[in-house]
């Protein structure tokens, strides 16, 4: 597993309660991002945002050194690295993305992008259906993300784009879920927006000893 020193803790303690993870730790952040030293993902402001999300890119090139060194199987890389597919290519390895969502949530959001429902309502407060999902879901407009509805284009917004498209073109997906919490999205994931999908979750259940742990996860 290659991870940032941040995520060491949680690895270890995997480890110790019998999983056999073999860990690399890769600095962060990069020496040219212009992030403090020792900062961690989750002390990041929105006006470190640029410098956090070219900090993830520079990741690329020792990342691409690693793989050509020990030549995994598949790279399972968070959805939040969209270049992995080009580093996976490079060396012929299939990239699977993870998501920490569910199916429902991930449908759900897709059905939202593709068919813009928020469009078709008079006020922020009307109720509309989004539309071709297995169960009727109603929302309002003060729901749905301002990157959605004022279509706004931002360092974000790029990414969510790059995200998307890596996606799409990756060998598959992971989420962190299981088939029999929602049967129906994660059939509709593979066979409506017909991707290659396994649900591997919840994660979090694997770790039996960690109940210290888990309340202070992440804010």
Same mark, same amino acid.
């Given at each position: ?16 309660? @019998? ?28 006006? +470190?945002?640029? +410098? ?5 890119? *520079?990741?690329?090139?020792? *990342? ?91 360092? *974000? ?14 060998? @598959? ?7 029999? *919490? ?18 591997? @979750? ?7 000893? @960690? ?9």
């Amino acid at each position: 597993m290659i991870v940032t020193p941040g995520f060491v803790e949680p690895v270890e303690r995997a480890r110790k309660s @019998g999983f056999n993870i073999g860990i690399h730790v890769m600095k962060f952040p990069p020496e040219e991002s212009g992030l403090p030293h020792g900062i961690t993902s989750d002390q990041i402001s929105d006006d +470190m945002l640029p +410098m956090f999300l070219k900090s993830m890119d *520079l990741l690329q090139e020792p *990342l691409e050194k690693l793989l050509e060194e020990f030549r995994p199987d598949c790279l399972v890389a968070d959805m939040l690295f969209p270049w992995a597919n080009d580093a996976a290519a490079k060396f012929d390895i299939p990239r699977l993305v993870f998501h920490g969502t569910s199916f429902l949530a991930f449908c759900a959001s897709e059905h939202m992008r593709i068919y813009k429902p928020y469009k078709n309502v008079s006020s922020d407060l009307e109720e509309f259906v989004l539309p071709n999902l297995p169960h009727q879901l109603k929302f309002t407009r003060t729901q749905v993300p301002n990157f959605y509805r004022e279509e706004i284009e931002n360092e *974000l917004t790029k990414l969510l784009t790059k995200v998307k498209e890596s996606e799409v073109r990756s060998y @598959g997906v992971l989420f962190n879920s299981f088939y029999e *919490l929602e049967p129906d999205y994660a059939d509709h994931y593979r066979k409506v927006l017909r991707r290659n999908a396994w649900h591997i @979750g919840p994660l979090l259940l694997c770790n039996k000893g @960690g109940e210290d742990y888990k309340g202070h996860r992440g804010k």
